[in-house]
T-cell receptor, first 110, second 117 residues
Framework: KQEVTQIPAALSVPEGENLVLNCSFT??????LQWFRQDPGKGLTSLLL?????REQTSGRLNASLDKSSGRSTLYIAASQPGDSATYLC?????????FGTGTSLTVIP | NAGVMQNPRHLVRRRGQEARLRCSPM?????VYWYRQLPEEGLKFMVY????????ESGMPKERFSAEFPKEGPSILRIQQVVRGDSAAYFC???????????????FGPGTRLTVL
């Protein structure tokens, strides 16, 4: 059974810092990996999708990497802003469903 | 396009009552997914439906829970005889005529927060 772990569970940084969020998964036979953002009281917003054949994806200040063989992904956020404060979730799929990690709660201090 | 709509946003039920959660997918989306988020836990898959068909319900508890996505109208997640352990946020997501894992395109609703007293 696929297990997804995210470290750290919570992170607090001053505005402007670059930061890295980590995601690991136990079954490397994945179709793709997706990073989401969850704001309090709201649904999830997709940030980046990495297909299993890809190694990274970039969108603006966000860069996600995937090392399928080691079961790891990182989300790099450059020049963090207070508006980046949210919970970040990674999810992997091996078939009909996505398996989510428990998330990293990020606070960017102005 | 109004996005994925869920109602009610908050639902309070007493033990033993029934809870009905509704999800209207985005226009043109024919795939619906239900996830549950328990306090301090990650999102857990419950069920994947297409119009009039349950494709995968491997995440649904065997008793008291059911889901449907009729030809007309919203998808419904129904919980009979609710217990305190059912208190959670229930999220619905939808994707266009391709499964989520194939396209990566998925939109989540804001969730229904169920509280069982």
């Amino acid at each position: 059974k696929q297990e997804v772990t995210q470290i750290p569970a919570a992170l607090s940084v001053p505005e402007g810092e670059n930061l890295v969020l980590n995601c690991s998964f136990t079954d490397s036979a994945i179709y793709n990996l997706q990073w989401f953002r969850q704001d309090p009281g709201k649904g999830l917003t997709s940030l980046l999708l990495i297909q299993s054949s890809q190694r990274e994806q970039t969108s603006g200040r966000l860069n996600a990497s995937l090392d399928k063989s080691s079961g790891r992904s990182t989300l790099y956020i450059a020049a963090s802003q207070p508006g980046d404060s949210a919970t970040y979730l990674c999810a992997v799929t091996t078939g009909n469903q996505f398996y989510f990690g428990t998330g990293t709660s990020l606070t960017v201090i102005p | 396009n109004a996005g994925v709509m869920q109602n009610p946003r908050h639902l309070v039920r007493r033990r033993g009552q029934e809870a009905r959660l509704r999800c209207s997918p985005m226009k043109g989306h024919s795939h619906v997914y239900w996830y549950r988020q328990l306090p301090e836990e990650g999102l857990k898959f419950m069920v994947y439906l297409q119009k009039e068909n349950i494709i995968d319900e491997s995440g649904m508890p065997k008793e008291r829970f059911s889901a449907e996505f009729p030809k007309e109208g919203p998808s419904i997640l129904r919980i009979q005889q609710v217990v305190r352990g059912d208190s959670a946020a229930y999220f619905c997501a939808s994707s266009p005529p391709q499964p989520w894992w194939a396209s990566g395109v998925v939109f989540f609703g804001p969730g229904t927060r169920l509280t069982v007293l």
